[in-house]
């Protein structure tokens, strides 16, 4: 793996913020807002990637914030939101 290689897991919130992941993100970093490091929905990715992208980083590992009712469904509107950006 090339030393210039960065990348985040980026969580994606439907709905609001999880109670569990906003407490989570709190203890890990007291400073900073949750609502900042967790995208709210595929827009909210799209921007957050934009701006990881522009401090450097060039990998995301995307995930739901909760639980979903499916996960074929959530790939699948990752394949048609966030696949596009692939480099």
Same mark, same amino acid.
């Given at each position: 793996m090339d030393q210039d290689h960065f990348? !985040? *897991?980026?969580?994606i919130a439907f709905g $609001?913020? %999880?109670d569990t992941l906003t407490a989570s993100i709190r203890r =890990?970093?007291?400073?900073?807002? %949750?609502a900042t490091l #967790?995208? +709210? $929905?595929w827009a909210g990715a799209r +921007?957050? !990637?934009a701006s990881f992208t522009d401090? $450097?980083? *060039?990998? @995301? #590992? #995307? =995930? %739901?914030?909760a639980p979903t009712e499916s996960l074929e469904d959530f790939v699948a509107e @990752?394949? =048609?939101e966030l696949a596009p950006l692939q480099t």
């Open positions: 990348g !985040i *897991s980026l969580a $609001g913020l %999880p =890990r970093r007291p400073e900073a807002d %949750p #967790v995208a +709210d $929905g +921007d957050l !990637i401090a $450097g980083l *060039s990998k @995301f #590992v #995307v =995930r %739901p914030a @990752f394949t =048609r």
